[in-house]
């Protein structure tokens, strides 16, 4: 396993993360717990150490599951416990809500599922527009101060507000969507991050197992799967478009490297700056390719006829923004 520093916390986390969302089952169509337990001990066997989670994932049923996998004093030290706050679902849908005294009962809640004492990185999910930044940056300073967390991160910041951040806590980590079908933060948070110290923890680095190159233009999703609304997979013709993609990249993997598609997709995501994987799985054969991403790099040449060809296949990508969750009414 590679691993990376999260900024300046001393924490020391492999570059590639386990997300389990899925675990959740929320969003992707139910979950299995003794799969589910099994994925996160085989991560941790095969070095994955940081296991990222959230309260929402399944309404508490990730990090419970999360928590129960690692239960003995001996798991939890191996693994870097990554969770979030600011997402409330009294009403069975996710609102956005960072007020701090929600942030102070998610903790409490957090570390009760969790089965531990304390969050080694503790994220804010996503911007509440309704609270000041600098409230919410102040909440996780103390936190961080009282060592209940050991990191402070981020989730779907801009890099304005990300400096707003700055201005009251420490920051370590921001988590945003990136993969080679969803590179938005190219223009900006990407630069940000870089210059300003911050580990990248990229999120969907399979684009939601688009580029797993297991995917066909038959492949259905079933119950509440998210991918029955992510137009990626949902309109037809987008989902040719993408599968032609992921055809030439597999291509292009084989040729230059040997190596498939989804190798390809998550060495992209390693070697694009000081970022950490997130690759969401819920049975351990899942990860039997996680070696394939590891102990090797792309070359330049190699990077741009990536370029190339995402030019040429995709004129007009389609971007995750169908995830984000809306805020609360204004009071
Ligand atoms: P992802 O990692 O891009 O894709 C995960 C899906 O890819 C899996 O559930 C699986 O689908 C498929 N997959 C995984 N390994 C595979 C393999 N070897 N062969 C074929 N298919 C494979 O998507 P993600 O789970 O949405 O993102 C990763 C993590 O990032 C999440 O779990 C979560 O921790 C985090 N995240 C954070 C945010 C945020 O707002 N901060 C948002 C999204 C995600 P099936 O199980 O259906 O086969």
């Avoid at 000041?132 to 910041?157: C, Q, T, W, Y």
């Avoid at 400096?163 to 933060?185: K, M, S």
């Avoid at 079933?222 to 992510?230: F, K, Q, S, T, Y």
């Amino acid at each position: 396993m590679e691993s990376i520093t999260l900024s300046n916390s001393g924490i020391s986390s492999s570059r590639i993360g386990l997300g389990t969302w899925a675990i959740g089952g929320w969003m992707w169509g139910g979950t299995d717990e003794a799969q589910a337990i099994a994925t996160i001990r085989s991560a941790l066997d095969r070095g994955i150490s940081l296991i990222d989670t959230a309260p929402i994932y399944g309404f508490g049923t990730s990090e419970s599951i999360v928590g129960k996998a690692l239960s003995t004093p001996a798991l939890r030290q191996q693994a870097v416990i990554a969770t979030k706050a600011g997402l409330e679902w009294s009403s069975g849908k996710p609102r956005r809500d960072s007020r701090p005294a929600r942030l102070r009962q998610e903790l409490e809640d957090s570390l009760r599922r969790l089965r531990t004492d304390y969050i080694d990185l503790y994220q804010i999910h996503w911007p509440d527009p309704l609270v000041p930044i600098e409230d919410v940056a102040a909440e996780l300073a103390r936190m961080h101060r009282d060592g209940k967390i050991r990191a402070i991160g981020v989730s779907n910041f801009d890099p304005l507000q990300m400096a707003a951040f700055r201005a009251a806590a420490p920051l370590h980590t921001v988590q945003p969507p990136y993969n080679l079908f969803e590179r938005g933060i190219d223009a900006d948070v990407l630069p940000y991050a870089a210059g300003s110290g911050l580990t990248v923890l990229a999120y969907g680095a399979l684009c939601r197992g688009l580029l797993s190159g297991r995917i066909t233009t038959d492949t259905q999703f079933e119950g509440d799967d998210l991918r029955r609304a992510d137009p990626k997979f949902a309109d037809a013709w987008l989902r040719s478009r993408y599968l032609e993609a992921v055809r030439a990249l597999d291509a292009l993997a084989h040729e230059r490297y040997g190596r498939d598609v989804l190798s390809l997709a998550v060495r992209w995501v390693l070697d694009r700056g000081p970022t950490v994987a997130l690759w969401g799985a819920r049975r351990p054969d899942q990860l039997d390719a996680v070696a394939g991403a590891l102990g090797w790099t792309l070359d330049a040449e190699t990077m741009k006829d990536i370029d190339a060809i995402l030019r040429r296949e995709l004129e007009t990508p389609v971007g995750p923004e169908f995830m984000a969750p809306p805020q609360r009414a204004a009071a």
